[in-house]
C-alpha cells in the first residue's frame, strides 16, 4: 500500500467528473439511459407520457432538455480518497520532476490532471473512457478516468494503488517528452517511416521510455520521499505485465503479431520500468538507440 495519506496534495487537478461534456444530444442520451436505468421500460412509457402532456400544454420538451446543463448523475465529491490519492502521487512526480530539471538549470512546466468519468473533451479531441488514460500534448494536460483503476483490478488483474501511480508515472512520462521535444522529434520520424510496422516500432520505444520514467518517478519515491511500502513495486511489475502487448492480444483470443505492437510485450515494459527503477537517472531512459529493447 503506498503510504499516501497526509502528504502533499497537486493544486494542479482539474476535476471534471460529472460534468457534462457532450453538447444537448449527449444529454438528451444520459438523461434517457438515466430514466431507463431507474425506472426501466415504464421509464420510456413515461418520459412520453410527459413528453405529450408538456406538447400539449404548449411547452416544447426538446428546448426543456437542450436547457439542462449537467447530467442527473451526481457529481462525485471532490475530496473523495480516489482524488485525494491521485492529487498525492501527482505533487510526487512534481518533486522528482522539477529536480531532475534542476540538474540541467531548467524549470518543471508542471501538467495539469483532468480527472473525468464517461467522457471529455481535450486539444486531441474528444476521448470516451474506452481509451484508457492518455496524455495530451496540445494542451500538456493528463486525462484520468477514475473507472482505469477498477478495470486495471477487474479485467487486467493488477489491483493495487502502485498500478494505479506507475500508470500516472507514464503519462507524466509523456508529458517529459513533450517539453524535452522528444515527441516531436518521434511523431517527424514516424512521418518519415517507410512501413506501418516501421512506425510502430518507434511508437515502441517512446512508450518504453514513458514506462522508464514511470520508474525514475519510483525509484525516488522509494528513496527520497519514502511513500512506496513493500510489495508496491511487484504491483508496478504486474501492472506492466498485465498491459503488455503480446498478452492483451493473448488475453484477448488474437494471434500474437508483434509488427502491430504500440507498447512493447510484457517483458520490455518490466524490463525498461525496473532500469529506471535502479538507476533513477533520466540517461537510462535511451530506448531510441539502443539496438535490443
Ligand atoms: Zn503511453
Given at each position: 500500500m503506498v503510504k499516501w495519506r497526509g502528504r502533499r496534495q497537486s493544486k494542479n487537478v482539474e476535476d471534471r467528473r460529472?460534468?457534462?461534456?457532450?453538447g444537448g444530444a449527449g444529454i438528451l442520451i444520459m438523461l434517457i439511459r438515466f430514466i431507463v436505468g431507474r425506472f426501466g421500460i415504464r421509464g420510456i412509457v413515461l418520459l412520453g407520457i410527459v413528453g405529450a402532456g408538456l406538447y400539449f400544454a404548449g411547452v416544447n420538451p426538446m428546448a426543456l432538455l437542450q436547457q439542462q446543463?449537467?447530467?442527473p448523475q451526481a457529481a462525485a465529491p471532490a475530496d473523495d480518497d480516489t482524488s485525494q490519492f491521485i492529487r498525492v502521487i501527482l505533487a510526487e512526480t512534481e518533486e522528482v520532476w522539477s529536480q531532475q530539471f534542476q540538474l540541467v538549470g531548467q524549470d518543471y512546466p508542471e501538467p495539469t490532471l483532468v480527472l473525468f468519468s464517461g467522457g471529455v473533451n481535450s486539444a486531441c479531441g474528444y476521448a470516451s473512457s474506452a481509451v484508457g488514460p492518455f496524455y495530451c500534448p496540445g494542451d500538456q494536460k493528463l486525462y484520468l478516468d477514475t473507472g482505469f483503476f477498477a478495470e486495471l483490478a477487474?479485467?487486467?488483474?493488477?489491483?493495487?494503488?502502485f498500478a494505479a501511480a506507475y500508470v500516472i508515472a507514464h503519462e507524466v512520462g509523456h508529458h517529459i517528452q513533450t517539453v524535452t521535444g522528444t515527441s516531436a522529434q518521434v511523431r517527424a520520424a514516424q512521418q518519415g517511416a517507410r512501413s506501418e510496422a516501421e512506425s510502430n516500432e518507434i511508437q515502441v520505444r517512446m512508450e518504453l521510455q514513458a514506462d522508464c520514467y514511470s520508474g525514475i518517478w519510483a525509484h525516488h519515491a522509494d528513496?527520497?520521499?519514502?511513500?512506496l511500502d513493500e510489495g508496491d513495486i511487484e504491483e508496478g511489475l504486474r501492472a506492466a505485465e498485465a498491459i503488455g502487448d503480446d498478452t492483451l492480444q493473448r488475453n484477448a483470443g488474437r494471434r500474437v503479431t508483434?509488427?502491430?505492437?504500440?507498447?512493447?510485450?510484457s517483458a520490455q515494459r518490466q524490463e525498461w520500468f525496473v532500469r529506471g527503477y535502479r538507476t533513477g537517472e533520466v540517461g537510462s531512459c535511451d530506448t531510441f538507440s539502443t539496438q535490443q529493447l
Amino acid at each position: 500500500m503506498v503510504k499516501w495519506r497526509g502528504r502533499r496534495q497537486s493544486k494542479n487537478v482539474e476535476d471534471r467528473r460529472g460534468a457534462a461534456a457532450a453538447g444537448g444530444a449527449g444529454i438528451l442520451i444520459m438523461l434517457i439511459r438515466f430514466i431507463v436505468g431507474r425506472f426501466g421500460i415504464r421509464g420510456i412509457v413515461l418520459l412520453g407520457i410527459v413528453g405529450a402532456g408538456l406538447y400539449f400544454a404548449g411547452v416544447n420538451p426538446m428546448a426543456l432538455l437542450q436547457q439542462q446543463t449537467a447530467p442527473p448523475q451526481a457529481a462525485a465529491p471532490a475530496d473523495d480518497d480516489t482524488s485525494q490519492f491521485i492529487r498525492v502521487i501527482l505533487a510526487e512526480t512534481e518533486e522528482v520532476w522539477s529536480q531532475q530539471f534542476q540538474l540541467v538549470g531548467q524549470d518543471y512546466p508542471e501538467p495539469t490532471l483532468v480527472l473525468f468519468s464517461g467522457g471529455v473533451n481535450s486539444a486531441c479531441g474528444y476521448a470516451s473512457s474506452a481509451v484508457g488514460p492518455f496524455y495530451c500534448p496540445g494542451d500538456q494536460k493528463l486525462y484520468l478516468d477514475t473507472g482505469f483503476f477498477a478495470e486495471l483490478a477487474q479485467r487486467f488483474g493488477a489491483p493495487g494503488d502502485f498500478a494505479a501511480a506507475y500508470v500516472i508515472a507514464h503519462e507524466v512520462g509523456h508529458h517529459i517528452q513533450t517539453v524535452t521535444g522528444t515527441s516531436a522529434q518521434v511523431r517527424a520520424a514516424q512521418q518519415g517511416a517507410r512501413s506501418e510496422a516501421e512506425s510502430n516500432e518507434i511508437q515502441v520505444r517512446m512508450e518504453l521510455q514513458a514506462d522508464c520514467y514511470s520508474g525514475i518517478w519510483a525509484h525516488h519515491a522509494d528513496r527520497t520521499s519514502g511513500i512506496l511500502d513493500e510489495g508496491d513495486i511487484e504491483e508496478g511489475l504486474r501492472a506492466a505485465e498485465a498491459i503488455g502487448d503480446d498478452t492483451l492480444q493473448r488475453n484477448a483470443g488474437r494471434r500474437v503479431t508483434p509488427e502491430s505492437f504500440t507498447h512493447g510485450t510484457s517483458a520490455q515494459r518490466q524490463e525498461w520500468f525496473v532500469r529506471g527503477y535502479r538507476t533513477g537517472e533520466v540517461g537510462s531512459c535511451d530506448t531510441f538507440s539502443t539496438q535490443q529493447l
